[in-house]
Each structure stands twice: as structure tokens, then as C-alpha cells.
């Protein structure tokens, strides 16, 4: 069974700080990657996407390290509108195909005024 | 832009009732699939279509038809409901392309079923 892990958290974080998070995957001819970020009882949504040599995209810098399996997460400088699941996509086929394409339970988030 | 439109937001069903969740998307998008997401389980996968006329099955079908005779609708039915299929249902649509397509989400339907 192809899996992709993430810590469920959830991660308790002063507004303002910075946080990181993993997700690992055992497929290693998987073919893109992806953050989402689902708020309460509400659809998920694309972060970012993430590529092989990293990619920034505001606050949030996303990194894939192939030799290990694993994408990151950094969000710099959070805000409480950052609280949030945010959900490790993997997908082993390079088109936008739905077989295959598995998703991490999620890291909980939570921003702290 | 409308993008992926699900109906109902809500549902309760009897066990044994029959009903579909329907999902229509306005983006031309090649592939859509049907998603059910529960507690402490993440998103699984129910069925999956890569085009009108063709369906397949994903990694929770038991219990769901789907059918996809336009590229914009594709319905999911729940033959006769059960306590077990009580979830969160999130339809989706993507487009063919090459890499990095992500999944266009609709708002979800809830669903419990008494």
C-alpha cells in the first residue's frame, strides 16, 4: 500500500513564530507533490504546489528531498488565519489523474495570539 | 466562476435508502472523482473517472455507483444506504496536463445516515 505519513499534531504555535513540518512517502517514482490546506469542515484547498528544487511562495516555502522521501512544510511568521490542517499530497503519475494520488491525514495547526 | 458545485451540503438518509450526490464542474476538466474523508482517516478515494463514458473503481467503492456521461457531471449514487457510509463527500475535478495538476475540490457533502 502506498503511504504518505504526516505528524497529526497538533502543533501549538505563537503568532509571529516560524514552523516547519514533514511528510514522508514510500513511493519513490512518485511523480508531484502537493500542500493543501483544509480549514475546518471545509473543502481542501492547493497551497502549493512543490517542486524538486524547492519552491517559496510568500510566507510558505515548500522543499522535496527525493533521496529521502519527504516533502516539508515552512510557514515564517504566522498568523492565526494560518491555523488550518494542511494535508501532504503525493502522486505517482506525472498527469491529474485522481488513481493513485494519495493523501496524508493531515498536521493540525494551531496559531496562538 | 463556479469551478466544482456539489448538492446537497446536507443529507440524512435511513439505512437501506437510496440516493445520489450529485457534482458538476464548469472548468472543462478531464478527470473527476469522488472522495470520502472521516475522522483520524483522510481523504479516500470511491471512484474515479478519466473522461465521459469511463469510470473506475478507487479504493472504497463498495456500496457506490457513479456514471459519467458528460464531461461535466459526474454523480455518485449510494445504492442502499448504510450507517458505515455516514461521512464527509467531496467531489473533485483536475485537468489532463502534465505535471503538478491539482485537485479542484467542491465545499462537500454531509451525510449521515440514521
Known amino acids: 500500500r502506498k503511504e504518505v505519513e504526516q505528524d497529526p499534531g497538533p502543533f501549538n504555535v505563537p503568532e509571529g513564530a516560524t514552523v516547519a513540518f514533514n511528510c514522508t512517502y514510500s513511493?519513490?517514482?512518485?511523480?508531484?507533490f502537493f500542500w493543501y490546506r483544509q480549514d475546518c469542515r471545509k473543502e481542501p484547498k492547493l497551497l502549493m504546489s512543490v517542486y524538486s528544487s524547492g519552491n517559496e511562495d510568500g510566507r510558505f516555502t515548500a522543499q522535496l528531498n527525493r533521496a529521502s522521501q519527504y516533502i516539508s512544510l515552512l510557514i515564517r511568521d504566522s498568523k492565526l488565519s494560518d491555523s488550518a490542517t494542511y494535508l501532504c499530497?503525493?502522486?505517482?503519475?506525472?498527469?491529474?489523474?485522481?488513481?493513485?494520488?494519495?493523501f496524508g491525514k493531515g498536521t493540525h495547526l494551531i496559531i496562538q495570539p | 466562476n463556479a469551478g466544482v458545485t456539489q448538492t446537497p451540503k446536507f443529507q440524512v438518509l435511513k439505512t437501506g435508502q437510496s440516493m445520489t450526490l450529485q457534482c458538476a464542474q464548469d472548468?472543462?476538466?478531464?478527470?473527476m472523482s469522488w472522495y470520502r474523508q472521516d475522522p483520524g482517516m483522510g481523504l479516500r478515494l470511491i471512484h474515479y473517472s478519466v473522461g465521459a463514458g469511463i469510470t473506475d473503481q478507487g479504493e472504497v467503492p463498495n456500496g457506490y455507483n457513479v456514471s459519467r456521461s458528460t464531461t461535466e457531471d459526474f454523480p455518485l449514487r449510494l445504492l442502499s444506504a448504510a450507517p458505515s457510509q455516514t461521512s464527509v463527500y467531496f467531489c473533485?475535478?483536475?485537468?489532463?496536463?502534465?505535471?503538478?495538476?491539482?485537485?479542484?475540490f467542491g465545499d462537500g457533502t454531509r451525510l449521515s445516515i440514521l
Open positions: 473533485a475535478s483536475s485537468s489532463r496536463g502534465q505535471k503538478n495538476q491539482p485537485q479542484h
Open positions: 499530497v503525493v502522486n505517482p503519475y506525472s498527469g491529474g489523474g485522481a488513481d493513485g494520488l494519495t
Open positions: 513511493n519513490s517514482a512518485s511523480q508531484s
Open positions: 472548468m472543462n476538466h478531464e478527470y
